[in-house]
């Protein structure tokens, strides 16, 4: 069977209510980037079947727009009883190639995501592929400029990131270099810059299948220089 043909789709002021929304379910940093009174001004791009229908494009909260591939289904028998495992198709590679292509751009960008199932003394973090940071209860996974090139963590870290509610950005900082390597710990002020300075919000929909991406309006880019926003 051939593979289903995915491509890239532009969305309306219906996807920007929908990331609003799931701000408002999550953390601090998804605190700040609410408060941000450009919003409404952003595009949104996604990933879908070229055959989504708009109707299907604008549930955001519904599955089923993607085919399961069928050389990764498995059975498992228990006894008389045999099981059919299907994994979740998702757009996991669209979404590491956009945020690979956008640490390239810059040496100062990040990525940043909250994680809304970890606590920062979870032990499964160490061995996740994905670097990090702690604030208070929080967690959050880091990728940099330095990532660019490994499309290993970058996956990995998309891979950790996802669950119910998957917020993350693509933003900068001149002080990048102190959030990766050695840096556990990312503080309150930090996470208010990256959120006033972040070029794209990532927000998980579909029911796991795909992502909405949020970009700025193009007039507030030429602010966005080494003093931040």
Known sequence: MAKEHLTERHLGPEAITYIKDRLSHGLTLASFLLQRDDLDDGT???????TTSQEDALDFKSGGKLRPDPSEIRYRQEGTRRFRMEPVPNTGEWLASVLQELLETDPRSLCLFEDEVARPDDPSLSSSGAQALAFQSEVYHVLSHNDAQNLERITATIRQATSWLTIGVISSLDT???????????????LRSVADRASQIVVGAYD???FLVWSEPEASRPSRGAGGR
């Open 176 to 190: 990048v270099s102190d959030l990766v390597g050695d840096a556990r710990t990312v503080d309150l002020g930090t």
């Open 44 to 50: 949104v791009l996604t990933c879908l079947p070229e």
């Open 208 to 210: 796991f299948e795909s």
